[in-house]
């Protein structure tokens, strides 16, 4: 069992997201069938049952050079190596180094095993999770990064969310989004635009769906383990994994580096910075200490191609209001409908603990100006005005 931080009552790594998993890309090999063959999906079938275990397909975007369209992808067949120890990690993973930046690996997707490794497992990850010189690319990495650190210290650094990511395209397009409105994984993986529609050798396309159930977990498993972890908290404590279990975790990352990389087309310079910015801002937002993040890397500042004259973005900052005992109710109100209407008229982000914890605190992120005006509305419903 992980040994828990005393006092503390925030996520363990019961929960689904852990242990942490590390996706990896570049094709091992490149899934192929005639063209009657893929109208009457003769040759996928095939491709299922050489699905070993502890095998998986990852969708890659086509680096072919020009043969294919640009939204389509090969797909590659990889090992599922499941880590309880530091040795069985790559080294260019364990020694971070700025001669070789990396944003996956190769060849494999690594589930580590926080549970059976411990803390001597997670203690030889933590540079990489650390590192300026690896990306991670995560869905919503609040609570991820929240574990990590009250759990084994470690400070996620360098993080790509793809749900910050979701919204900034949005913003790009003109689309506005509800302040209340999170993008789901499933519903992300379900978008047409990012991955909802995979094209193989041929330009065959088909849905997500039946990707899942040719290749991956189904809904219908997925909706199982949320059921199971309902009703066992102890779901991913239990060893050996099930299969059941190596195939959830590993559908939780095998279509991140594709959807990472049709956003990174799609995002412009000032949503880069966003991107960067929200991302160290979120995975500091629940680690608050007493040092009030004082030993966390560094906010990105405005980046000098930004800077003009007339159109400078507004630097974004993370605030943390102290909310008296008995007061949350004055924030959240009936339903929820206080809060809502807050995060409306201020257009910042307005987080709060919860059950998870922190419980007594409210988190603000955003420009400068909107979250000094979400802070006042705030104090104000907690005087009672």
Same mark, same amino acid.
């Given at each position: 069992?992980?040994?828990?931080?005393?006092?503390? =009552?925030?996520?363990?790594? =019961?929960?689904?997201?852990?242990?942490?998993?590390?996706?990896?890309?570049?094709?091992?090999?490149?899934?192929?069938?005639?063209?009657?063959?893929?109208?009457?999906?003769?040759?996928?079938?095939?491709?299922?049952?050489?699905?070993? $275990?502890?095998?998986?397909?990852?969708?890659?975007?086509?680096?072919?050079?020009?043969?294919?369209?640009?939204?389509?992808?090969?797909?590659?067949?990889?090992?599922?190596?499941?880590?309880?120890?530091?040795?069985?990690?790559?080294?260019?993973?364990?020694?971070?180094?700025?001669?070789?930046?990396?944003?996956?690996? $190769?060849?494999?997707?690594?589930?580590?095993?926080?549970?059976?490794?411990?803390? =001597?497992?997670?203690?030889?990850?933590?540079?990489?999770?650390?590192?300026?010189?690896?990306?991670?690319?995560?869905?919503?990495?609040?609570?991820?990064?929240?574990a990590l650190y009250f759990q084994f210290g470690i400070k996620l650094h360098n993080v790509v969310d793809t749900q910050v990511a979701y919204y900034l395209i949005e913003e790009q397009q003109g689309r506005k989004r509800s302040p209340d409105d999170y993008i789901s994984f499933v519903s992300l993986v379900a978008d047409p635009r990012y991955c909802g529609l995979i094209v193989v050798e041929g330009r065959v396309v088909f849905l997500v769906a039946w990707w899942f159930s040719l290749f991956g977990i189904s809904y219908v498993e997925k909706k199982e383990v949320r059921t199971l972890l309902r009703?066992?908290?102890?779901?991913? =404590?239990?060893?050996?994994?099930?299969?059941?279990?190596?195939?959830?975790?590993?559908?939780?990352?095998?279509?991140?580096?594709?959807?990472?990389?049709? /956003? /990174?087309?799609?995002?412009?310079?000032?949503?880069?910075?966003?991107?960067?910015?929200?991302?160290?801002?979120?995975?500091?937002?629940?680690?608050?200490?007493?040092?009030?993040?004082?030993?966390?890397?560094?906010?990105?500042?405005?980046?000098?191609?930004?800077?003009?004259?007339?159109?400078?973005?507004?630097?974004?900052?993370?605030?943390?209001?102290?909310?008296? $005992?008995?007061?949350?109710?004055?924030?959240?109100?009936?339903?929820?409908?206080?809060?809502?209407?807050?995060?409306?008229?201020?257009?910042?982000?307005?987080?709060?603990?919860?059950?998870?914890?922190?419980?007594?605190?409210?988190?603000?992120?955003? $420009?400068?100006?909107?979250?000094?005006?979400?802070?006042?509305?705030?104090?104000?419903?907690?005087?009672?005005?």
């Amino acid at each position: 069992m992980v040994k828990q931080v005393d006092q503390y =009552t925030g996520p363990s790594l =019961t929960r689904k997201n852990f242990p942490v998993y590390i996706a990896k890309t570049q094709a091992l090999c490149i899934a192929r069938a005639s063209e009657r063959e893929r109208k009457r999906g003769v040759g996928f079938d095939r491709m299922a049952s050489v699905n070993t $275990p502890h095998q998986t397909y990852i969708p890659l975007p086509s680096e072919s050079g020009g043969k294919h369209r640009d939204d389509e992808a090969v797909l590659s067949l990889v090992p599922i190596h499941i880590v309880t120890h530091a040795s069985q990690l790559p080294t260019e993973f364990l020694y971070p180094s700025p001669e070789r930046q990396l944003l996956a690996f $190769p060849d494999a997707i690594y589930l580590v095993d926080a549970i059976q490794g411990g803390e =001597t497992l997670m203690k030889a990850c933590k540079p990489a999770l650390e590192s300026s010189y690896i990306t991670k690319v995560i869905h919503d990495c609040k609570r991820d990064s929240e574990a990590l650190y009250f759990q084994f210290g470690i400070k996620l650094h360098n993080v790509v969310d793809t749900q910050v990511a979701y919204y900034l395209i949005e913003e790009q397009q003109g689309r506005k989004r509800s302040p209340d409105d999170y993008i789901s994984f499933v519903s992300l993986v379900a978008d047409p635009r990012y991955c909802g529609l995979i094209v193989v050798e041929g330009r065959v396309v088909f849905l997500v769906a039946w990707w899942f159930s040719l290749f991956g977990i189904s809904y219908v498993e997925k909706k199982e383990v949320r059921t199971l972890l309902r009703e066992d908290p102890k779901f991913w =404590t239990y060893r050996p994994f099930s299969e059941l279990m190596v195939r959830a975790a590993a559908d939780d990352v095998r279509f991140l580096p594709y959807i990472y990389h049709r /956003m /990174m087309e799609k995002l412009n310079e000032r949503s880069l910075w966003q991107l960067a910015v929200r991302g160290a801002l979120y995975c500091q937002c629940f680690c608050i200490t007493e040092n009030e993040y004082a030993d966390w890397p560094s906010i990105p500042r405005i980046p000098d191609n930004l800077a003009v004259e007339g159109n400078v973005p507004e630097q974004e900052i993370l605030s943390v209001l102290d909310v008296p $005992p008995g007061k949350m109710g004055c924030i959240i109100g009936k339903k929820g409908a206080s809060i809502l209407s807050i995060k409306e008229s201020c257009g910042a982000e307005i987080l709060i603990g919860g059950a998870k914890g922190p419980p007594d605190k409210v988190f603000i992120v955003g $420009p400068v100006r909107q979250v000094r005006k979400a802070e006042a509305i705030l104090r104000g419903r907690m005087l009672g005005y």
